[in-house]
């Protein structure tokens, strides 16, 4: 079982920045994705980025592009989510999530039914 927890959210104004954090621990991870999800009340679940971890390519989605950066430290198990440029309509609950995808990864990493493994999340919450 691979247990994620997330960290770093918090209150920020519009134009600002954070950093989230999520450390996996428990048995070793060996899926080949790792994501960023967010939830605003009322609204379904999106993906926000992704990083598909045996080459390190990342994606993300067109509302985050140029100002959210997907990251991960190998080492100390942990993927990050740096944001920049924060608006409020990224208020949110975030989510880590790790999974498993074969062929066309630019196509599927959006896809929830690809991850096996979510955190509990954390509040993001931009104001104007």
């Known amino acids: 079982q691979v247990h994620l927890v997330e960290s770093g959210g918090g209150s920020v104004q519009a134009g600002g920045s954070l950093r989230l954090s999520c450390t996996a621990s428990?048995?070793?991870?060996?899926?080949?994705?790792m994501a960023w999800f967010r939830q605003a009340p009322g609204k379904v679940r999106e993906g926000v980025a992704a990083?598909?971890?045996?080459?390190?390519?990342?994606y993300a989605a067109d509302s985050v592009k140029g100002r959210f950066t997907v990251s991960r430290d190998n080492a100390k198990n942990t993927l990050y989510l740096q944001m920049n440029s924060l608006k409020p309509e990224d208020t949110a609950l975030y989510y880590c999530?790790?999974?498993?995808?074969?062929?066309?990864?630019?196509?599927?990493?959006?896809?929830?039914?690809?991850?096996?493994?979510w955190g509990q999340g954390t509040q993001v919450t931009v104001s104007s």
């Open positions: 999530a790790a999974g498993d995808v074969r062929g066309d990864v630019r196509g599927s990493w959006i896809n929830g039914y690809n991850y096996a493994y």
């Open positions: 428990g048995a070793s991870y060996r899926g080949n994705l």
């Open positions: 990083i598909y971890t045996p080459i390190g390519v990342t």
